[in-house]
C-alpha cells in the first residue's frame, strides 16, 4: 500500500480495488509472523475492519462516498478512547481500568468518513519521549536500515511503522512536542501537527493539556491535509495555491540547526538551495528566544507538572509497572508547585508574543525536524544516552508547541537515503496556509530529488 489516498480512492472509484482487498492486505501485513505487526499494534480490529469495508464497498456500489477516506484503511494510536475497549497508551499499568464508554471524537469522525480502523498502534508509554521505545509492547523497528535495529521516533511509533509497512494507508498520532513530526521525518513521511485546539481532544487520553495536539501521518501533504479536515470537521479539502517563487522562508540560527551530523546537514543544505533556486527568498534569523526555552521548563515544565496531575493515582496504584524512563520524567511534576507552574503559563505568554512577532515578516518557519538520522536501539541502551538523545530529538519540534503553533514534517532526502524531515512551521491559525506551503515546497523537492 505505498500509494497516497488521493491515488488510493482514485483506483477505488475505478474499480481497480475494494475496500475488502485494501483491508485484507493491510491486516495480512499486520498478522504476519515476520513482519512487525506484533509491535505496531497493540490491538487488531480485523472483525470489525472487514464488515466495515464490506459496508464501505456496498455504498460506493450504490453510488455514495462519504469523504476521501471512504473505504481506507488508516491505523489509530493506542490513546484513543474506543467504545467497549480499556485505553492502555502502550502502558500495562491501566489493565485493570474500565472500559471506554464512547469512542474520542476523532474516532468518530474518521468512521463517520467511512475510513476503516485497522487497529490500535504503538506508543511510547504515555506519549513521554521521542524515541519510539516501549519495554511492554516491543518496539517497532524504522523502515529504514531495518536490520540495524533503528528507532522509528515517538511517541507514535506504531503509527509511522503501520504506513511504511503497508498495514494501513495512514495513521493517526498526537503531537505534544514533536510525537507525529519526529516518527515521520524518522521513518520518511509526512506528519502534520496543527494548532493544538484546532482538533478536539475528547477521549484523548492527555500527556499536558496545554500541549497536546492531534494530526496524521501520510504519504504526502495531500494526505494529511484530507485527514486533517476530517479530524478538525473543517471538509475545508482544497489547499491553496502556494508558489515557492517569492515565498519569504525564515531559518531559525538560534539552537535550531545545532548538532546537526553530516547526513542531516547535507540534506537540509542540498533542500534550502533547491528552494533558493526556485525563488525562495530564504535567510536565516536570530531567535534568541529559544536559548531561553530550557530555562523556563528547567523544573519540568507544562509537560511534567500537567502529567504529574492525570498520573498521581495511577502510579501511587501501580507505579512498579511504568516504565522506569517515563516515570522519573512524570515524576518531575511532583516537585512543582503551583507558583512553579504559574511561572512557565506567564513566561509562555510573553515568549509567544516575542516570537510570533519575530516570525512575522516570513511565511513560515523552516527548519530540520530532527538534527539526527534514526539511532540504533542499541544505542540508547545506557539512559544516559537515552536521555541526551531524547533531548536532542524533540527539540526542534518543541519550539512550536510551545508557541502553540502549527507545523508540517515533509522528506527532504533523496531517494534511498537516510530519511530526513523538513519541519515548515507557522504560528497558531495558520494550518492550511502551512499546508498550502508544504505541498509546494513538497512538489518542489520531489522534482529537483527525482522522487
Known sequence: MSQTLIELQDALAAGRTTSVVLTEDALARAQASDGEGARVFTRLYAERALKAAHASDALRQAGFTRSPVEG???SIKDLFDVAGDVTLAG???????PPARASATVVDRLVTAGAIIVGRTN?????????????HCGTPLNPFDRAAGRIPG?????????????????AIGTDTGGSVRIPAALCGFTGFKPTARRVPRD????????LDSIGPIGRSVACCALLDAILSGTSENLLGEANVAGMRLAVPKTIALDGMDMTVAASFAAALAILSKAGAQVGEIAIPEFAQLGAINAKGGL???EAWHWHREPIARAGDRYDPRVRVRIERGREMSAADYIDVVTARTAWINAVEARVAPFDALIMPTV???AP?????????????????????PAFINFLDGCALSLPCHRPGEAPVGLMIAGSAGRDRAILSIGQAVERTLRTANGA
Open 72 to 74: 481506507l484503511p488508516i
Open 91 to 97: 502502558s500495562v499499568a491501566l489493565d485493570d481500568a
Open 123 to 135: 506508543m511510547t508509554e504515555f506519549a513521554f519521549s521521542g524515541l519510539g521505545l516501549n519495554p
Open 154 to 170: 515517538g511517541s507514535s511509533s506504531g503509527a509511522a511503522v503501520s504506513v511504511s509497512d503497508g498495514m494501513a494507508a495512514a
Open 203 to 210: 477521549g484523548a487520553l492527555p500527556l499536558s493539556t496545554s
Open 303 to 305: 509537560t511534567a507538572a
Open 371 to 373: 538534527p539526527v538520522v
Open 376 to 396: 540504533r536501539v542499541d544505542d540508547l541502551a545506557e539512559d544516559a544516552a537515552y536521555g541526551a538523545t531524547n533531548l536532542l530529538i524533540l527539540r526542534n
